[in-house]
């Protein structure tokens, strides 16, 4: 089977179960919105689950992406007898790193959450700051289930098994949901973090049968093995950098504590709108760079930079060809989309108004956060963990700037707007950094194939103009369920459009895309 076609299979299981995942994901938050709206039970919570899930990119998924696959795949191609015992030494050391990380955050609880949401300590409410002490305390221990569980992915990946660990997070929202529904009323947010901590537990459990199948067992770890101190070097990098995003995300959390100039409700706001902007991040983005990590690392380790080179233009114009036509669909409706899925309980009009806004800027930057996480993807498998990290610095301070220009006239929409300018300007850095490293990767034809993408997602978009004044407008005041079903509708609508309007412009990506669902 060709690597292409391994490459959209694996991206179509990432992919599938991930839609799982995050349809699960929204029913979540439906039910955190019902309950809390954009009041303090929501944004003590926010902000309590938002520590320990920054924390995980450090010693979670970040290091599974950056700096495991890599050495797992090279390991497992050239010394496969000491696969296991490097797994296992990986993870005897990351458990000692998550118990005193653990135990370190819930003993400092009180600054952490004063340095990332500073104006909680002055708010109007004084249950606020209290409440988001408490839980942050309580969902600490999380980022040990959660990091454990992005290890067993890293191993996995590293096999080319993705079922496990893409299906895993579901299990996280079902915890989260069943905990909602049933034990909201009696212990308010505290229901939440337990469900996070079970559904955490949960998401370790279920990736291990699936490991036991390929091989693993726990063995003698070898601390002295030399792939541990390159998983160390290739990690320190990384480990700045995600110091570095950390900053930027506290910075997009300190100001939105700031209710005098965003007004209230931000943190809320940010939290449902980035929600919702993940959605197809995740489940295309996400899941073929996902995908694309250890199939780049095994081209890497042969010396195949030419095959190395197709891989990642198929891979950016494939990924166009969808996150395009779902750019434009998400900022022609945003409204209606937050106002349709969120409005109900206590998220009122006002809940929607900002939460629109947020996703309206976060929508433009949709698919240059999806070429960053590509492009990165590719320095970690060449086993470069540097020049990501000294591009983001520099994203990271263009957002801070470009965040403190926009948050006065745009209130919270300002901050996502300056998110997505840095997140492109990122990746046109990380594009140029990567041709100098590898060398051309046809750009006109990319260019071509995305302009043709483009023009298709253009003419979607005026459909979809047309029908939003034409029927969601004019049906406000039915009931959710039918509104829910004109926005179905609409979205059967403009996919059909831009289908036509693709194979009207011959686009092969599309004509590839309805050839490989077709088989």
Same mark, same amino acid.
């Given at each position: 089977m060709s690597t292409h076609r391994l490459l959209a299979q694996s991206t179509g299981t990432i992919g599938f179960f991930t839609g799982i995942s995050r349809v699960l994901g929204f029913i979540r938050d439906l039910v955190i919105a019902a309950a809390f709206g954009t009041g303090v039970g929501a944004e003590a919570f926010v902000v309590s689950f938002k520590i320990p899930n920054l924390l995980r990119d450090l010693v979670g998924e970040g290091a599974a992406n950056s700096a495991l696959v890599p050495v797992l795949t090279e390991t497992r191609e050239k010394k496969s007898g000491e696969f296991w015992t490097l797994v296992s030494t990986l993870f005897y050391l990351l458990s000692a790193i998550l118990l005193a990380l653990c135990v370190l955050g819930i003993l400092f609880a009180p600054a952490v959450v004063k340095l990332i949401a500073p104006g909680f300590v002055s708010s109007a409410?004084?249950?606020?700051?209290?409440?988001?002490?408490s839980l942050t305390r309580l969902l600490f221990p999380y980022i040990f289930l959660i990091s454990l569980s992005a290890l067993a992915m890293g191993v996995l990946n590293s096999l080319k098994e993705f079922t496990a660990s893409a299906l895993g997070p579901a299990l996280l929202n079902l915890s989260m949901i069943t905990a909602g529904v049933f034990f909201e009323k009696t212990y308010g947010p505290y229901a939440l973090a337990g469900g996070a901590l079970v559904g955490g537990a949960l998401q370790v459990l279920f990736q291990g049968p699936a490991l036991i199948a390929k091989g693993f067992k726990l063995t003698r770890p070898s601390f002295r093995h030399p792939a541990i101190s390159r998983v160390g070097k290739l990690l320190l990098p990384r480990a700045f950098g995600s110091a570095i995003y950390q900053i930027n995300v506290f910075v997009d959390s300190i100001l939105a504590s700031f209710e005098t100039i965003v007004g209230p409700g931000g943190q809320s706001a940010l939290y449902y709108s980035n929600r919702l902007f993940q959605l197809p991040l995740a489940i295309f983005g996400l899941s073929l760079a996902q995908a694309l990590l250890p199939a780049f690392s095994s081209q890497v380790v042969n010396g195949q930079t030419r095959?190395?080179?197709?891989?990642? @233009?198929?891979a950016l114009t494939s990924l166009g060809a969808v996150i395009i036509p779902a750019s434009v669909g998400l900022i022609v409706w945003t409204e209606p989309i937050v106002r349709i899925i969120f409005e109900h309980g206590r998220f009122d009009a006002h809940s929607t108004s900002i939460t629109s806004s947020a996703l309206f800027f976060y929508a433009f930057g949709l698919l240059s956060c999806c070429f960053v996480k590509i492009f990165a993807n590719a320095f970690y498998a060449m086993?470069?963990?540097?020049?990501?990290?000294?591009?983001m610095a520099v994203a990271v301070l263009m957002n801070v700037v470009l965040s403190l220009l926009f948050m006065r006239s745009l209130g919270i929409g300002g901050l996502t707007l300056a998110s997505t300018l840095s997140a492109t300007a990122n990746a046109v850095l990380l594009y140029h950094a990567l041709r100098k490293k590898i060398g051309a990767i046809d750009e006109k034809g990319i260019a071509?194939?995305?302009?043709?993408?483009?023009?298709? @997602?253009?003419?979607m978009g005026a459909i979809c103009v047309g029908y939003d004044h034409a029927v969601l407008q004019n049906h406000l005041s039915d009931s959710r369920l039918w509104q829910s079903f004109y926005l179905a509708s609409g979205l059967v609508t403009a996919v059909l459009v831009y289908v036509a309007a693709a194979l009207a412009v011959k686009s092969e990506e599309v004509k590839k895309a309805l050839s490989w669902a077709k088989n």
């Amino acid at each position: 089977m060709s690597t292409h076609r391994l490459l959209a299979q694996s991206t179509g299981t990432i992919g599938f179960f991930t839609g799982i995942s995050r349809v699960l994901g929204f029913i979540r938050d439906l039910v955190i919105a019902a309950a809390f709206g954009t009041g303090v039970g929501a944004e003590a919570f926010v902000v309590s689950f938002k520590i320990p899930n920054l924390l995980r990119d450090l010693v979670g998924e970040g290091a599974a992406n950056s700096a495991l696959v890599p050495v797992l795949t090279e390991t497992r191609e050239k010394k496969s007898g000491e696969f296991w015992t490097l797994v296992s030494t990986l993870f005897y050391l990351l458990s000692a790193i998550l118990l005193a990380l653990c135990v370190l955050g819930i003993l400092f609880a009180p600054a952490v959450v004063k340095l990332i949401a500073p104006g909680f300590v002055s708010s109007a409410d004084p249950d606020k700051y209290p409440l988001t002490v408490s839980l942050t305390r309580l969902l600490f221990p999380y980022i040990f289930l959660i990091s454990l569980s992005a290890l067993a992915m890293g191993v996995l990946n590293s096999l080319k098994e993705f079922t496990a660990s893409a299906l895993g997070p579901a299990l996280l929202n079902l915890s989260m949901i069943t905990a909602g529904v049933f034990f909201e009323k009696t212990y308010g947010p505290y229901a939440l973090a337990g469900g996070a901590l079970v559904g955490g537990a949960l998401q370790v459990l279920f990736q291990g049968p699936a490991l036991i199948a390929k091989g693993f067992k726990l063995t003698r770890p070898s601390f002295r093995h030399p792939a541990i101190s390159r998983v160390g070097k290739l990690l320190l990098p990384r480990a700045f950098g995600s110091a570095i995003y950390q900053i930027n995300v506290f910075v997009d959390s300190i100001l939105a504590s700031f209710e005098t100039i965003v007004g209230p409700g931000g943190q809320s706001a940010l939290y449902y709108s980035n929600r919702l902007f993940q959605l197809p991040l995740a489940i295309f983005g996400l899941s073929l760079a996902q995908a694309l990590l250890p199939a780049f690392s095994s081209q890497v380790v042969n010396g195949q930079t030419r095959e190395m080179k197709e891989t990642l @233009s198929v891979a950016l114009t494939s990924l166009g060809a969808v996150i395009i036509p779902a750019s434009v669909g998400l900022i022609v409706w945003t409204e209606p989309i937050v106002r349709i899925i969120f409005e109900h309980g206590r998220f009122d009009a006002h809940s929607t108004s900002i939460t629109s806004s947020a996703l309206f800027f976060y929508a433009f930057g949709l698919l240059s956060c999806c070429f960053v996480k590509i492009f990165a993807n590719a320095f970690y498998a060449m086993q470069d963990t540097r020049t990501p990290v000294k591009i983001m610095a520099v994203a990271v301070l263009m957002n801070v700037v470009l965040s403190l220009l926009f948050m006065r006239s745009l209130g919270i929409g300002g901050l996502t707007l300056a998110s997505t300018l840095s997140a492109t300007a990122n990746a046109v850095l990380l594009y140029h950094a990567l041709r100098k490293k590898i060398g051309a990767i046809d750009e006109k034809g990319i260019a071509l194939a995305l302009g043709k993408i483009l023009a298709a @997602s253009i003419a979607m978009g005026a459909i979809c103009v047309g029908y939003d004044h034409a029927v969601l407008q004019n049906h406000l005041s039915d009931s959710r369920l039918w509104q829910s079903f004109y926005l179905a509708s609409g979205l059967v609508t403009a996919v059909l459009v831009y289908v036509a309007a693709a194979l009207a412009v011959k686009s092969e990506e599309v004509k590839k895309a309805l050839s490989w669902a077709k088989n």
